[in-house]
């Protein structure tokens, strides 16, 4: 696809999908809309290769599937460990900033991995670099960087390395 219909075809879906989301034509929602579409495809006139790294196999949509409840349980388990913290007369926190390492190669699948992790309560990526993540950790129970990266990343990276490699 040449550059420009790449463009003329981000700026069409985007202007769908603000309709679509707005529900309304009036005319202050449509210009906001045009405005926003035509910034976004702008910026992303070289295209969005950073989607692109997902892997199109079945094993990777099933595991992508599978991500969902996985991330979901741990989202649950980190807020009731947080929640038993919190509650805790004495407040055991262990805060500490861990250095752990992923094998993900893909960009998306590295942002994909320090975003879990932010979002799982307790945990915070504080930095990206490379294949090294510093974590913000609320209770950290390993200061080596083996035993966190079991801990915080192994979970996550199994399903993403299967995702974008």
Same mark, same amino acid.
Do not use: C, Q
């Given at each position: 696809?040449?550059?420009?219909?790449?463009?003329? +075809?981000?700026?069409?879906? /985007?202007? !769908?999908?603000?309709?679509? *989301?707005?529900? @309304?034509?009036?005319?202050?929602?449509? &210009? $906001?809309?045009?405005?926003?579409?035509?910034?976004?495809?702008?910026?992303?006139?070289?295209?969005?290769?950073?989607?692109?790294?997902?892997?199109?196999?079945?094993?990777?949509?099933?595991?992508?599937?599978?991500?969902?409840?996985?991330?979901?349980?741990? +989202?649950?388990?980190?807020? /009731?460990? !947080?929640?038993?913290?919190? *509650?805790?007369? @004495?407040?055991?926190?262990?805060?500490? &900033? $861990?250095?752990?390492?992923?094998?993900?190669?893909?960009?998306?699948?590295?942002?994909?991995?320090?975003?879990?992790?932010?979002?799982?309560?307790?945990?915070?990526?504080?930095?990206?670099?490379?294949?090294?993540?510093?974590?913000?950790?609320?209770?950290?129970?390993?200061?080596?960087?083996?035993?966190?990266?079991?801990?915080?990343?192994?979970?996550?990276?199994?399903?993403?390395?299967?995702?974008?490699?």
């Amino acid at each position: 696809m040449k550059k420009a219909s790449a463009v003329a +075809l981000l700026f069409a879906t /985007l202007i !769908i999908f603000w309709l679509l *989301l707005n529900g @309304s034509f009036a005319a202050d929602i449509v &210009i $906001v809309g045009i405005v926003t579409a035509a910034v976004i495809a702008f910026l992303f006139r070289d295209g969005l290769a950073v989607f692109s790294e997902f892997k199109g196999t079945p094993r990777a949509l099933l595991t992508a599937l599978l991500y969902i409840p996985y991330f979901l349980k741990e +989202l649950v388990k980190s807020n /009731l460990h !947080i929640a038993r913290v919190v *509650l805790t007369p @004495s407040l055991p926190l262990n805060p500490a &900033i $861990v250095k752990v390492r992923t094998r993900l190669k893909s960009r998306m699948g590295r942002l994909i991995l320090a975003n879990s992790i932010t979002l799982t309560p307790g945990t915070l990526t504080v930095e990206l670099d490379g294949e090294w993540l510093y974590i913000h950790w609320v209770t950290a129970e390993a200061l080596d960087i083996d035993a966190a990266t079991a801990s915080i990343v192994a979970g996550f990276e199994k399903y993403l390395e299967v995702m974008y490699g």
